[in-house]
Nanobody
Framework: QVAESGGGLVQPGGSLRLSCESF?????????FKWYRQAPGKQRELVSS???????SYADSVKGRFTISRDYVRNTAYLQMSSLKPDDTAVYYC??????????????WGQGTLVTVSS
């Protein structure tokens, strides 16, 4: 129902763009896209979010380096990551909050995409 893509290996200082596409269907309205990440041995943390009013937030650790955006037509969110650091290495997960009159509020997670920052 949610699919991430765009992860990979990048050198420090490099850039990657992650994509998260929702396949929930036209009966759902998406209230928010959120990006989380989980590094080895660490808890999952919220990286960035964008809601239906285009209100955006970022974790302090990525402010000024990451940019979140969404395409309402494609039901897709993007996370543009620049000036990547080894500490950004993690599995990145997309989380979607949506609503339909039949199912109510739903929360869906993607399978995750691995980002590795290393020389």
């Amino acid at each position: 129902q949610v699919a991430e893509s765009g992860g990979g290996l990048v050198q420090p200082g490099g850039s990657l763009r992650l994509s998260c596409e929702s396949f929930l269907g036209s009966t759902f309205s998406i209230n928010a896209f959120k990006w989380y990440r989980q590094a080895p041995g660490k808890q999952r943390e919220l990286v960035s979010s964008i809601n239906s009013g285009d209100s955006i937030s970022y974790a302090d650790s990525v402010k000024g380096r990451f940019t979140i955006s969404r395409d309402y037509v494609r039901n897709t969110a993007y996370l543009q990551m620049s000036s990547l650091k080894p500490d950004d290495t993690a599995v990145y997960y997309c989380n979607v909050h949506a609503y339909s009159p039949w199912d109510g509020d739903v929360e869906v997670w993607g399978q995750g995409t691995l980002v590795t920052v290393s020389s």
